[in-house]
Every structure is written in structure tokens, then in C-alpha cells.
């Protein structure tokens, strides 16, 4: 046991590696040590390779790209990846009516869906209702109309969330939208913004960063690899079992019941829950909901069929949400002439496609012949299931007064912060965690002994 204390980071996905190699490459004095659950690096934005007789497949959890407005952002992520980046357009479709449609719409396609729902769209935009609360569903109807509400937001999201949309708050909905459009200059804030941005001429043409030696995962590699040469220590499939706190500080924390860190400061990214429990504040706290995910990744002996990169599936109809296409992001991920299909299954963690997701596999198989994703049944070379836990934070209705809650008896640590997507209960991007740990390891650096967490300005504060 080492008598000096170490800046301890729970969880080594994009926003926990961000920060130790920002802290490290900055000159950070204090020992920098990753705690990851996992037995690899990268957290939801790491990759699954698979191998068939001498093919390999890869695969991301669902469509993952680097993309952002900021540009110290992108500066990061191209000074990480080096040359061993592509630069690829985007590619993304909604099937809606039997029919893909490009997403985000065109005025080519609003002209395919039928005509009751584009004339009761019109009244709606025509007729606006204003939102009585802060649910979700009064959201999208004052934004969208009912029409499209009921059509495709609501299946999509009670589908997706496994919620009642009116038990839902709005939140999900504003970053749902920014997640789902990406683009800043596509607007989509109403219906009458989406009606103006199909009928702009020329579609706005969206660049996405990709990986040119392999999965999303590279770039977390690269970041392991760098974190490592630098003297970070990136401790896999290791948790922290206890924590020593003593008023307000953390004073140490043991990883897997056996190694004692003396703490200095510790930055959360891994579930808020687990942080909770570890400090016994869990049965004084409100308890926050995760959404699971489940991957089933089919090995497809044939080109794709259909060439978007991602599509979402919203009607009840089809029993899955979203289906991404490895191929269509880096050709390299597949090999020639076949590909691969990322099908998406939200969960809570524990029910029965949780436990048993083989037995959907017949019922995707089906829709996705159906749904002409693949041309023939001969085409399915095996299907492997990844169960992804705390994928997705569930914003309900009081979620706000919870995390508010949450925060403000955590902020009562002087040398804790939680961070990063699943640390924070931020519905985000990758591109977002690394952005704040970015933030956070230069405001560290300012002053490392006099680093307040209470001080540091969080674009989402809950506290007040
Ligand atoms: C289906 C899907 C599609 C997405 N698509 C995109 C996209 O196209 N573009 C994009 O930019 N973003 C996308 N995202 C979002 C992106 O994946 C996340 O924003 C980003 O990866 C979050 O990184 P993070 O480090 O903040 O959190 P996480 O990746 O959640 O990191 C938390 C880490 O903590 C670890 N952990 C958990 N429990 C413990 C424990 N007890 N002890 C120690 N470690 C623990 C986890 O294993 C994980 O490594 C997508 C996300 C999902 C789920």
C-alpha cells in the first residue's frame, strides 16, 4: 500500500478516460488510478468483436460516430485518433408505414406518408396547444401537434421506455430530439421548424469522425494505451467494494475487497446507485431508473440490404427499436461481401428479454426478412446477445427533484464529483462526456489543492 493519496475515477468509459488523460498529459503531481467493472476499456462506447471460422466481426453498441459543435472537442478526438480516422456522411432513415423514409425527413418523403396525417398535421400546426405540465406528452403535442404524437412519438417512446409518455418529463424529449437530429443546423425545435427544413434544397450534408482501424472503441484504446504510458494505472473488472468516509471527506476506498486507496479526490462516472449504496445513503435517497439494453448482433452472410447507417423502428409492430449497420460506418468492420446488424432491445435489467433474449430470436428474424433488412432467412450467420445494464437514464416526471435531491447530499463530499452520462444521469453523447471531463480536468488543474467540486458550473444543476 502506497502512503501517497490518488485521485481515484470510478469507471473508465469515454468521460473517466478524458479525465485521467487530461489530468496526466497536464502534469497532474497525484497518482491518477481507473476503477473499471469491465474487462475492457470504453464503457457504452466500447466494441464487441466476434470471430466466425476466419472472419471477423465488429460491432458498436448501436450507432456510435464522433461528431460535435465544439470544436476543442473534435481537436481532441483527431489528435487521439491520429490518421487512423475516416470521415463518413450520414446515412439514417425512420421507418414509418411499411416504408423507409430518410431521417431527418424530406419534403420527397412527407409526400409518402398518407394523406389524413399530413392534413391533420397542417391543423395542427394551424390550431397550437399549449403545454399544461411538464410531461413529455403535453411537450411534443404543443411542439408537434397530437397527429404526429400519436403516430409515431408516442408508440415510439412507451416502446422504447417501456413509460407511459405522460409519466415522462419533457427533458426526454428535448434531448431525445437533439440526439435523434445531431446536426445544430437541422432545426427541429416544431413541426413548423421541420416542415422548413424538408423543404430546404439541399439537405444538410452531416460529417461524422469514425475509426479507420476498427470499432468506436479505437479511440478509448488509444486513450488506455496513452493513459498507461503516462504512469495512470487502469484497474479491469475491479470494483470499488467500500468506501472510507469521514465527515466531509473520502478517505479511502477498497477495490474488490482487497486493495486500500488513500483517497485525495474521486471523480464518479459508473451508476449514481452504486455510488449511494457505497455510502450507505441509499434507503435515505430517492432511487433513480436505468433503462437496459440488450444487442442482438447478427452475422449476415450477404452485403447489406438496406443502406442507412441506423433506422428507428417505432411502430408496435416491429419488436425491435433500432437497428444499426456496422458495414455502413466503416466498411473494414465486416467482412467483404457480408455485414452485420446491431438490433436494439430496450429492457429494464432483470425482466425476461433481460434474461432470455434468445428467445426473441425467432420474432426478429421474422421482421427483419419483413422489413427487407435481410434478403433471405439462409443469410443469418449467428446472432450473439450483449446485455448492457444502465444504458439509458429514465427521466420521469420528478426526476429533477430526485437528482436535486441526490446531488445536493453528495455535494456535501468536499473531494467528490460525479460526472460523465451514467454518473450524472445525463441522456448525452459521447462527444458531451468528453467535453465535461475536459472542463473538469482543467479547472482541476488550476489550483489541484484548492479544487472545490461544489464550485464546478455543471450545464444541468438540480441543486437549486
Ligand atoms: C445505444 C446507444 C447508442 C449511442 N449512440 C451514440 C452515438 O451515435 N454518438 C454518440 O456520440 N454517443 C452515442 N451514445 C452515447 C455514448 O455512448 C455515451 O454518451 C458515452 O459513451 C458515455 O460515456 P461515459 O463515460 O460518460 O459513461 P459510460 O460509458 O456509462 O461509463 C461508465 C463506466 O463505468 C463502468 N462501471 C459501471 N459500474 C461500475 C462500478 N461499479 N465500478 C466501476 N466501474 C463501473 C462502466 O462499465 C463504464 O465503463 C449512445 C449510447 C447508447 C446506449
Known sequence: MSDKKSIVIAGAGIAGLTLAYKLLEAGVTTPVILVEK????????????????????????????????????????????????????????????????????????????????????????????????????????????????????????????????????????????????????????????????TLIPKPVDTKFIYPKSGGNDVFCLYLEQKIREMGGRILLSSQITSIDAKGKDIESVIVNDSEKIDVKNMFWSAPIPVLLNLLHLDDKLPKLEYLGLVLANYLIDAPPEQMFQWCYFGTEKSPVSRISIPTMFNPSLTPQGKSGLCVELTCMEGDGIWKHPERMDVVIEDFLVDARVVARFNDFIDVKFERIPNAYPIYTLNYPRKLGLIFNALHNFRNLLNFGRTGSFWYNNQDHSIAQAMEIADYYMQAPEAFDPGKFKFERDFTK
Open 38 to 197: 469491465e474487462n475492457k476499456v470504453g464503457g457504452l462506447a466500447r466494441s464487441f468483436t466476434y470471430h466466425h471460422n476466419s472472419d471477423t466481426f465488429v460491432f458498436d453498441i448501436g450507432p456510435h460516430r464522433y461528431h460535435s459543435d465544439d470544436k476543442a472537442v473534435m481537436d481532441f478526438v483527431l489528435k487521439i485518433l491520429g490518421d487512423d480516422h475516416i470521415e463518413i456522411g450520414r446515412a439514417s432513415s425512420v421507418w414509418m408505414y411499411d416504408h423507409y423514409h430518410n431521417w431527418p425527413l424530406r419534403i420527397n418523403t412527407v409526400f409518402k406518408l398518407p394523406f389524413w396525417l399530413m392534413c391533420k398535421s397542417t391543423l395542427d400546426m394551424l390550431i397550437k396547444k399549449k403545454a399544461k405540465s411538464e410531461s413529455f406528452e403535453d411537450f411534443i403535442i404543443e411542439k408537434y401537434g397530437k397527429s404526429l404524437y400519436m403516430v409515431f412519438f408516442k408508440p415510439y417512446t412507451e416502446k422504447f421506455l417501456k413509460y407511459d409518455c405522460s409519466q415522462l418529463h419533457s427533458d426526454w424529449a428535448k434531448t431525445g430530439i437533439n440526439r435523434a437530429v445531431i446536426d445544430k443546423r437541422v432545426k427541429a425545435d416544431s413541426l413548423i421548424d421541420v416542415v422548413r427544413s
